[in-house]
């Protein structure tokens, strides 16, 4: 690998990028500075790094991406229209290729003092809520796809819980990415501040449509404070021939909540890194991803609980669906300081592998310098199970109904806890449809039939 | 016509080099009848019944399956269940994340489309299994839990009898149903059962015990050994090998085995 013409085009960027005007206190302008310098140093990493053993960012790191522009065509409408949460969201902030769209965004009457704007109007005004926090949370340091994005902070969104708000439906995160002839690349960011007590749900899609090669590498930073709730979700989606590459760092202090949903199922290759620092005691953390992987698919996911004070408990669990020639990669690390006694942890890993073909790579990694902890972990893979497929089909439901539901039973662990209706059904839809489900066999009633009974 | 005509089945575990299992099963039955089979551990009765089934895990070698005067064996499982056989399974499979209710629904929609019939939506359904549950003695919050997942072995034969009411098979096998279950469950689960007997369809049990056969009377009770089907009687047969095992079974039948 060429690391020297491989930086270039991004450190061009960055000259590009530093002549727009607007948009810049200095204090993130030294964070800019440092991010890129950072990465410059750095440069993209290669498989002998342990933390990309398993996955290589070769084909990133050779194609020259530009920046990435507005979009006004059709298509990024379309997108955001097929997406878009409607009523179902308390507000939802679009952005096409980075860049904030209000025309395709919908306000909404939030909660007093409750700001859910682009992050690119918020540094206009210089809002004080953000030095304290932008770029201060993800590592710049070990992960050169942080430092990259931190070159690049200018847009994104912004999203404030003052003390006690609380916003009932969703925040929705639309980004959408609409290819142009030659491969461009955005670096959105997110900031995600509540304050004591607060509670919201944020959700952040991202979405592509239409052919062609992009780069999404996104940084999310969480911070909740004291008592603060968050319930966050991920919706991937990107098109086939996406790249996505993402960090979410999340701070949490005592006593506060947070569950996380990923769900991933575009891109041809895919890296999350999801970080969440127990920071006060007290602090509960719940992370679980589903993978929905198929044709020549790379997704890999790298999480880290980070148990830095007493008494957190924290659940984890990841389901990876992998068809055709796809690979899957989860790296589960969990780490108990020393202080953090009584830390109560549990991760498992599971994957059903549709096809020979296909690939996982699992590495749970417990780290755990005190001694009064209770942590356990498992993971498991295999193909469907054909015992339970001959069940099925002796009751008259088709071979590929009952491999269907055998996937979507497998699945629906992950997609049954997830409280934001849309990314469950988009799901749901998504499995149906890629398994040619016969319509007796919908899976997306199933809610609705088991209420049915229920009321019996 | 007979209902199920089986004749010098032979099957194999199909692997390399898998084991010969069936050697030259003979078996005639009628609609209207009961038949009940009987033998040791090992003997090959849930192999036959998983053959019938339509297991692709075994290999059938020889001889030949004739249901409703059709060729059995080049049915799918699933084409089978859609004719009209059924097995109640020896040890029923837990299926984590799928309801009972749906995949049951989705069961009897699939008989119904074979058959030309309009799919049933959720109110006929639950009509339809509102009765068979009360026959089984079913609780209501069963339908809502997931396929045999964390049932007691009992709660899981009786789960399998629920589902044959509700499909109401023209064949059915029955494997084992009555081993594990205390008296009042195998009365239940037995009378469940028997209430199914039609002039139409028949039934086969396979059974250690004499006892489920009072509930569901036997025209023809066979003994298999070593794969093959080497004694037939009346319900006689049953209460001797009850009380005085096989031991004289094989004496009386040594030299053909
Ligand atoms: N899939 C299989 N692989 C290997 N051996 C098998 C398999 N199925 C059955 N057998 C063997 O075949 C014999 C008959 O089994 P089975 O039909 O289950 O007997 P029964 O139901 O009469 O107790 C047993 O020895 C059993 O171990
Ligand atoms: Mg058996």
């Known amino acids: 690998m060429t690391q020297v013409a491989d930086k270039t085009t991004h450190l061009s960027n960055f000259t590009q990028f530093r002549e727009v005007p607007g948009g810049s206190p200095s204090w993130l302008e030294a964070r800019r500075k440092a991010g890129i310098d950072r990465f410059d140093f750095i440069g993209f990493p290669t498989t002998r790094e342990e933390e990309w053993r398993h996955t290589n960012v070769a084909p990133i790191a050779k194609t020259a991406f530009k920046l990435a522009s507005r979009d006004s065509a059709a298509l990024a409408s379309e997108t955001a229209a097929r997406f878009g949460f409607g009523n179902d969201a308390a507000v939802e902030l679009v952005f096409v290729n980075g860049h904030y769209a209000p025309h395709l965004s919908r306000p909404a009457k939030l909660p007093r003092g409750v700001r859910a704007i682009s992050l690119a109007d918020a540094l206009e005004s210089d809002d004080a809520a953000l030095e304290p926090h932008l770029a201060r949370y993800a590592d710049v340091v070990k992960n050169p796809f942080v430092a990259l994005n931190a070159g690049f902070i200018r847009d994104g969104a912004f999203v404030h819980l003052p003390r006690g708000a609380t916003v009932e439906k969703p925040i929705h995160l639309l980004f959408v990415s609409t290819p142009s002839r030659e491969p461009a690349v955005a670096h959105p960011r997110v900031l995600v501040v509540a304050e004591e007590g607060a509670q919201a749900t944020v959700v952040e899609s991202y979405v592509g449509g239409g052919k062609g090669v992009y780069f999404t590498n996104a940084v999310t930073e969480i911070v909740a404070a004291p008592g603060a709730r968050i319930d966050h979700c991920k919706l991937q989606q990107e098109n086939l021939e996406a790249f996505h590459v993402a960090t979410m760092q999340v701070q949490l202090g005592r006593d506060s909540h947070f569950v996380s949903h990923s769900a991933s199922i575009g891109s041809r290759l895919t890296r999350n890194d999801l970080n969440v620092v127990m920071a006060g005691e007290h602090a509960d953390a719940t992370v679980n991803g589903l993978v929905l992987a198929t044709g020549e698919q790379h997704i890999d996911n790298h999480t880290l609980l980070d148990h830095a004070q007493p008494n957190c408990p924290s659940h984890e669990l990841y389901k990876h669906v992998l068809g055709a020639k796809s690979v899957g990669v989860f790296k589960g690390r969990i780490l108990v300081r020393q202080a953090a006694q009584k830390t109560d942890s549990k991760q498992t890993s599971k994957a059903l592998l549709l096809s020979d073909d296909a690939t996982m790579h699992s590495m749970p990694a417990l780290e755990i310098y005190a001694d009064d902890v209770k942590c356990t972990h498992g993971s498991s893979l295999g193909p469907v199970d054909e015992e339970q497929v001959f069940y099925l089909r002796t009751r008259g439901v088709g071979l590929e109904a009952a491999r269907h539901l055998m996937t979507y039973a497998f699945a629906a662990d992950i997609t049954r806890r997830i409280r934001v209706e849309p990314v469950r059904r988009r799901l749901e839809e998504y499995m149906a449809a890629q398994h040619g489900l016969p319509i007796d066999l919908r899976i997306t009633d199933l809610g609705a039939h088991d209420e049915a009974v229920r009321q019996l | ?257």
């Open chain 2, 1 to 257: 016509m007979a209902l199920l005509e089986i004749k010098n089945l032979h099957a194999r575990v199909a692997a390399p080099g898998g084991r010969d299992i069936l050697k030259g099963v003979n078996l005639t039955i009628n609609a209207g009848e009961v038949h009940a089979i009987m033998g040791k551990n090992g003997s090959g009765k849930s192999t036959l019944a998983q053959v019938l089934a339509g297991r692709e895990a075994y290999e059938v070698t020889e001889g030949e399956v004739l249901y409703k005067g059709q060729n059995l064996l080049e049915l799918s499982a699933e084409e089978r269940a859609r004719e009209g056989v059924f097995l109640a399974f020896q040890y029923p499979v837990e299926i984590p994340g799928v309801s009972t209710s749906y995949f049951l629904k989705a069961a009897v929609n699939a008989v119904r489309k074979h058959r030309g019939e309009k799919e049933l939506d959720a109110a006929a359904f639950l009509k339809l299994v509102k009765d068979k549950m009360k026959l089984l003695k079913m609780e209501p919050s069963f339908m809502n839990r997931a396929i045999n997942e964390g049932f007691s072995g009992g709660e899981k034969k009786r789960n399998e009898i629920f589902q044959m009411a509700v499909m109401n098979p023209a064949l059915a096998l029955m494997d084992e149903t009555d081993s594990g279950l205390d008296v009042d469950a195998l009365k239940t689960v037995a009378e469940g059962a028997a209430s199914l007997r039609r002039p139409d369809n028949a039934i086969l049990v396979v059974t250690h015990y004499e006892r489920l056969l009072q509930y569901i009377v036997p025209d023809v009770v066979h003994v298999m050994m070593n794969g093959r089907l080497v004694m037939n009687g009346g319900k006689d047969l049953a209460i001797k090998v009850d009380t005085q095992g096989y031991d004289w079974v094989e004496k009386e039948v040594g030299q053909l085995v």
